[in-house]
């Protein structure tokens, strides 16, 4: 198969394992994959407690923004919170406005509608919530680059306090604050945090100047936009998606619990993978397909009837979501393939809906490993949505596209983009370039980074329950991986209504495990009597019975001896 390439990590100094002795050598090797080179990391890392967290007054121009909402709320100033049309947008926007409410202001939550506002700071709304007697906009998880519209609210009189995560232009927008991690200036020891995590630290600040403490109930919305975001579960990440996760399994709001009921999950079941392929896709289609204040609505309902409905409406629109995915990834796929696959794939079309145009951008990129763009074309203006590889910095390559955008922001792998459609075939042409000579010698492949190479002998006793400490895993921090070499194929078959999967039994020596191929089913003709195995350890459900087997990434004939 060889659908990767192969990266094994280096095993930890001897000196590393040494000092870690409390730890089994195995997950001190896994926590020195994942960055921890200290001893004095590990325990803080398993723990994944408060230890883990930051100080908010860390956080540039935090003081200041505590500072001026004190005020408008000792003044009964109207207080506005300026959010997102994504999961993190939603999270971050219900986080501040919760804890806004919880210190006596009445918060008003405005999201900007995808399909005829688009993403960021919007003149037009801004001048709306000044004309409703709004002083005071406070932005979550975007504003960094909007420095004309934070200029012409100026002008208004209207004060703005921006809190994002976000990449920072060379110029900061003339806001009263602007609280980003990734800000050059920035001593919080962290940069890592999702929207809703800097929306947190906004409310923690806000009080503890007070004396209070009461951010609890916040967490489990906190974990749905780290996670949704595809942020790394490392630092503070990884403490604030613990306790997240504890509150969501433990005491569900209820628009989360009608999801969950809705779409086959047991109350206590959910998990960072949960998050990503089941809820996070529901509450993504309001936003992608009408508008994100449905998925707003549903989680911060206290009415079981409301709750229930919205959950309805949401599966609809998640159903007809898959739909239209399904049918432009199709027309996407076809535009690449009829061109030279260069190293940076673009499909441009007036029929792709605005709100998937990332998704399918997203699955291009996954299929073919590449930097890819998808665009709505329009008669005067067009939009786009990007997704890239590690090896390719998108929003980089965007800035040094800037004069031919309207608007554009985003991280290194994910991005978006309005222009006037005048200048499409030029921004093609110029993105293809910068990719060519950026990407010139890189194996256009996925890396896929192994933790270990070990016999399947080893796999038994402790080791899983020991890996299980390092959940939860995602972005940063994946389900550990492992190699065995000299595997025994004794049997293999497709499984799956269309035998996308496969089903093998593997043998090493006297160890003999099942194991699962998804989506590999293709690959049937490729499987020798002896192949080395690249896989996860998971729990397999199946009947109601649970037992460990492996989880097969990817396979290449056997060579050279077994795995020790």
Same mark, same amino acid.
């Given at each position: 198969?060889?659908?990767?390439?192969?990266?094994?990590?280096?095993p930890a100094?001897?000196e590393?394992?040494?000092?870690?002795?409390?730890?089994?050598?195995?997950l001190?090797?896994?926590m020195y994959?994942?960055?921890l080179?200290?001893?004095?990391?590990?325990?803080?890392?398993?723990?994944?407690?408060?230890?883990?967290?930051?100080d908010?007054?860390?956080l540039?121009?935090?003081?200041r923004?505590v500072?001026?909402?004190?005020?408008?709320l000792?003044?009964?100033?109207?207080i506005?919170?300026?959010?997102?049309?994504?999961?993190d947008?939603?999270?971050s926007t219900?986080v501040?406005?919760?804890?806004?409410?919880?210190?006596?202001s009445?918060?008003?939550?405005?999201?900007?509608?995808?399909?005829?506002?688009?993403?960021?700071?919007?003149?037009?709304?801004?001048?709306?919530?000044?004309?409703q007697?709004?002083?005071?906009?406070? %932005? !979550?998880?975007?504003?960094?680059t909007? #420095?004309?519209e934070? +200029?012409r609210?100026? $002008?208004? @009189? /209207?004060?703005?306090?921006?809190?994002d995560?976000?990449?920072?232009?060379?110029?900061?927008?003339p806001?009263l604050?602007?609280?980003?991690?990734?800000r050059?200036?920035?001593d919080?020891p962290?940069?890592?945090?999702?929207?809703?995590?800097?929306?947190?630290?906004?409310?923690?600040a806000l009080?503890?100047?007070?004396g209070?403490?009461?951010?609890d109930?916040?967490?489990?919305l906190?974990?749905?936009? %780290? !996670?949704?975001d595809r942020?790394p579960? #490392?630092?503070?990440n +990884?403490y604030?998606? $613990?306790? @997240? /996760?504890?509150r969501?399994?433990?005491s569900p709001?209820?628009?989360v619990?009608?999801?969950?009921?809705?779409?086959?999950?047991?109350?206590?079941?959910i998990?960072s993978?949960?998050?990503s392929?089941?809820?996070?896709?529901?509450?993504?289609?309001?936003g992608?397909?009408?508008?994100?204040w449905?998925?707003y609505r549903?989680?911060?309902?206290?009415?079981?009837?409301?709750a229930?409905?919205?959950?309805?409406?949401l599966?609809?629109?998640?159903?007809?979501?898959?739909?239209?995915?399904t049918?432009?990834?199709a027309r996407?796929?076809?535009?690449?393939?009829?061109?030279?696959?260069s190293?940076?794939?673009?499909?441009?079309?007036?029929?792709?809906p605005?709100?998937?145009?990332?998704?399918?951008?997203?699955?291009?990129?996954e299929?073919?490993?590449r930097?890819?763009?998808?665009?709505?074309?329009?008669e005067r203006?067009s939009?786009?949505s990007?997704r890239?590889?590690p090896e390719?910095?998108?929003?980089?390559?965007?800035?040094?596209?800037?004069?031919?955008?309207s608007h554009?922001?985003?991280?290194?792998?994910?991005a978006?983009?309005?222009?006037?459609t005048?200048?499409?075939?030029?921004?093609?042409?110029?993105?293809?370039?910068?990719?060519?000579?950026d990407?010139a010698?890189?194996d256009?492949?996925?890396?896929?980074?192994?933790?270990?190479?070990?016999?399947?002998?080893?796999?038994?006793?402790n080791?899983?329950?020991?890996?299980?400490r390092l959940?939860?895993?995602g972005?940063?921090n994946?389900?550990?991986?492992?190699?065995s070499?000299g595997i025994?194929?004794?049997?293999c078959?497709?499984?799956?209504?269309?035998?996308?999967?496969?089903?093998?039994?593997?043998?090493?020596?006297?160890?003999v495990?099942?194991?699962v191929?998804?989506?590999l089913g293709?690959?049937?003709?490729?499987?020798?009597?002896?192949?080395?195995v690249v896989y996860?350890?998971?729990v397999?459900?199946w009947?109601?019975a649970?037992?460990?087997?492996?989880?097969?990434?990817d396979f290449?004939?056997g060579q050279?001896?077994?795995?020790?």
């Amino acid at each position: 198969m060889g659908n990767y390439r192969w990266n094994l990590l280096p095993p930890a100094p001897a000196e590393y394992l040494a000092a870690a002795s409390g730890f089994p050598p195995l997950l001190a090797q896994l926590m020195y994959n994942r960055g921890l080179t200290e001893s004095s990391q590990l325990e803080p890392f398993l723990a994944g407690d408060e230890r883990l967290s930051g100080d908010p007054f860390l956080l540039p121009d935090m003081e200041r923004a505590v500072s001026r909402i004190y005020r408008a709320l000792l003044c009964g100033e109207r207080i506005a919170v300026y959010g997102d049309f994504d999961v993190d947008g939603i999270s971050s926007t219900a986080v501040l406005v919760e804890g806004l409410s919880a210190l006596g202001s009445q918060a008003i939550p405005y999201i900007p509608n995808r399909l005829t506002e688009g993403y960021g700071l919007r003149t037009a709304a801004l001048e709306s919530l000044y004309q409703q007697g709004v002083s005071l906009v406070v %932005t !979550v998880d975007c504003g960094i680059t909007a #420095l004309a519209e934070v +200029r012409r609210a100026k $002008k208004l @009189g /209207l004060d703005i306090i921006i809190t994002d995560h976000h990449i920072p232009l060379a110029e900061m927008p003339p806001a009263l604050a602007v609280i980003d991690p990734k800000r050059s200036d920035s001593d919080y020891p962290f940069s890592e945090l999702a929207g809703a995590g800097v929306a947190l630290k906004l409310v923690e600040a806000l009080f503890r100047g007070i004396g209070r403490g009461e951010i609890d109930g916040l967490f489990d919305l906190v974990a749905l936009g %780290t !996670v949704a975001d595809r942020m790394p579960l #490392l630092g503070e990440n +990884r403490y604030l998606v $613990k306790r @997240g /996760l504890g509150r969501l399994n433990a005491s569900p709001r209820l628009g989360v619990r009608e999801i969950m009921a809705r779409s086959g999950l047991e109350v206590g079941g959910i998990d960072s993978d949960k998050i990503s392929w089941t809820v996070a896709p529901r509450l993504n289609a309001a936003g992608r397909l009408a508008h994100a204040w449905t998925s707003y609505r549903l989680l911060v309902t206290d009415s079981p009837e409301e709750a229930q409905e919205l959950s309805v409406w949401l599966e609809e629109k998640n159903d007809e979501r898959q739909k239209l995915t399904t049918m432009a990834v199709a027309r996407a796929r076809e535009q690449v393939l009829s061109q030279e696959i260069s190293p940076l794939l673009m499909a441009c079309d007036s029929g792709y809906p605005v709100g998937i145009a990332g998704l399918v951008a997203s699955r291009l990129s996954e299929e073919f490993y590449r930097p890819a763009v998808v665009a709505r074309v329009g008669e005067r203006m067009s939009s786009g949505s990007c997704r890239s590889i590690p090896e390719f910095n998108i929003t980089l390559a965007l800035s040094r596209c800037s004069h031919l955008l309207s608007h554009f922001g985003g991280h290194s792998r994910a991005a978006g983009f309005s222009l006037p459609t005048k200048n499409l075939p030029r921004l093609q042409q110029l993105l293809v370039e910068i990719a060519t000579a950026d990407l010139a010698g890189v194996d256009l492949r996925p890396r896929l980074d192994i933790d270990a190479e070990l016999s399947l002998s080893r796999l038994s006793g402790n080791v899983f329950p020991a890996m299980q400490r390092l959940a939860p895993f995602g972005q940063g921090n994946a389900a550990p991986a492992f190699l065995s070499r000299g595997i025994e194929v004794l049997d293999c078959r497709t499984m799956g209504g269309d035998g996308e999967h496969l089903r093998l039994k593997l043998k090493q020596g006297g160890t003999v495990w099942d194991a699962v191929g998804f989506r590999l089913g293709n690959y049937r003709s490729e499987i020798s009597s002896v192949l080395d195995v690249v896989y996860n350890l998971e729990v397999d459900s199946w009947g109601g019975a649970e037992r460990l087997r492996l989880n097969i990434l990817d396979f290449a004939p056997g060579q050279g001896r077994p795995s020790a």
